[in-house]
């Protein structure tokens, strides 16, 4: 299997992100994403990795934008994975936790995750913000508590907090993209893209069940809020087809490092012209109709 980056663990450090994004650059990109939570020290200890990152992230941001790049972060300060034992929040507040994940029914929790996730985005300075939650088959999920005689689903709370931290934020910051990764596609409700401005839709979906799925959530969703996940899970023999389907399924195109070599030595003219010439067809033919043009849909 190709793995979703060409650099992992040690190699994932400053000098080697500044040569991703040289090939992005050249490849016709427009936006770097630093993916995953590993660049941090730790869940819930959301600064740059000392060992990999250590004049922190701003570096990159700045590389970045003198390349032409928007720049954009990965975290998840609302849990789901990882060791938060050790955290501050965490030791503190051990009460605020329903095994890793904050319970935002709470509103103390709330305001803490919201207070977590403005320092992300004002630290960095970012373009984008990528929330992502993992929290896969666990213990209590779907808990109740009392109010008032009642019994309630805690999750009701959970998630109307969410939904109006998110609207609060994007009032802040008009100009910061925020787009939700949550486990996936786990969060596809109206409610909860109605929220945000990008849907990443999957990490799975290789071909031809990426086409499949897309079919199926543009249904019901606007397609111009998907962010297709071509690319991550191959098969890459085929790279015209892998960007036909980048550029045209979804609006939101996504290139995963996987697809592009690691370094601008080894980015010959032949092997980029592809991708230019469809970051060219979607730049000046696709993009400009999707603000006002009409698509009907047959699926499925």
Request: with cysteine; proline share 6%.
């Amino acid at each position: 299997d190709q793995l979703a980056t060409v650099y992992r663990g040690d190699e994932c450090n400053e000098t080697n992100v500044k040569k991703l994004l040289d090939v992005c650059a050249a490849a016709g990109v427009e936006l770097f994403i630093l993916d995953g939570p590993t660049w941090a020290e730790g869940y819930g200890n959301w600064v740059p990795k000392k060992k990999w990152f250590p004049n922190g992230l701003e570096p990159l941001r700045e590389y970045a934008h003198k390349k032409g790049l928007l720049f954009g972060l990965y975290a998840e300060p609302e849990g789901g994975r990882g060791d938060w034992s050790q955290t501050q929040a965490f030791r503190q507040h051990p009460e605020w936790f329903e095994g890793k994940i904050l319970n935002l029914a709470i509103p103390e929790a709330a305001d803490y995750m919201e207070s977590e996730w403005l320092k992300i985005i004002d630290n960095y300075k970012l373009d984008l913000y990528r929330h992502d939650i993992n929290m896969g088959i666990r213990a209590g999920e779907g808990t109740v508590s009392y109010r008032q005689g009642f019994i309630e689903c805690d999750y009701w709370r959970h998630y109307d907090a969410l939904y109006e931290m998110t609207k609060r934020i994007g009032r802040k910051y008009p100009e910061l993209i925020l787009q939700q990764a949550s486990g996936g596609c786990t969060r596809s409700d109206l409610a909860a893209v109605g929220a945000w401005d990008e849907h990443y839709t999957s990490d799975r979906a290789g071909y031809p069940w990426v086409c499949q799925m897309l079919s199926g959530l543009s249904v019901y969703l606007p397609p111009e809020i998907l962010v297709s996940p071509h690319g991550m899970n191959g098969p890459f023999s085929d790279t015209t087809t892998m960007l036909r389907g980048v550029y045209t399924l979804g609006n939101t195109p996504m290139i995963f490092n996987a697809m592009l070599p690691k370094s601008i030595e080894t980015f010959p003219e032949q092997q980029c012209q592809p991708f230019l010439h469809y970051a060219r067809l979607y730049k000046s033919f696709i993009r400009p109709l999707l603000a006002d043009c009409k698509v009907y849909h047959h699926a499925p």
